[in-house]
Nanobody
Framework: QVQLVESGGGLVQPGGSLRLSCAAS????????IGWFRQAPGKEREGVSC?????????LYADSVKGRFTISRDDAKNTVYLQMNSLKPEDTAVYYC??????????????????WGQGTRVTVSS
């Protein structure tokens, strides 16, 4: 089955850290740019970060997470990670990963991407 599966979400206190994983099955991630998006209750979907494919290594970050989040990929494990440090209550959301064969982008809707995961929930609260 061709899919992306996110994991690693949970409840964390403000200032804490989490590492999200986006694992691909049924296809190889090497050629794909991978983006992380999030959606909080009652808010618009927001692009968080992306990393280019083909070992290009380019990354993009939303201003709201720069300096706190780091995206990386391990193509041998067919997985992309989002390391989230210094978490804030406003980071609370469902986080999704998405794969695009052409572009690294922080914009778009699920239909714009080749694959879109089911999401993992992150709650930052004391």
């Amino acid at each position: 089955q061709v899919q992306l599966v996110e994991s690693g979400g949970g409840l964390v206190q403000p200032g804490g850290s989490l590492r999200l994983s986006c694992a691909a099955s049924g296809f190889t991630l090497d050629y794909y740019a991978i983006g992380w998006f999030r959606q909080a209750p009652g808010k618009e979907r927001e692009g968080v970060s992306c990393i280019s494919g083909l070992r290009d290594g380019r990354t993009l970050y939303a201003d709201s997470v720069k300096g706190r989040f780091t995206i990386s990929r391990d193509d041998a494990k067919n997985t992309v990670y989002l390391q989230m440090n210094s978490l804030k209550p406003e980071d609370t959301a469902v986080y999704y990963c998405a794969a695009d064969i052409y572009r690294c982008t922080l914009t778009g809707v699920p239909a714009d991407f080749d694959f879109w995961g089911q999401g993992t929930r992150v709650t930052v609260s004391s």
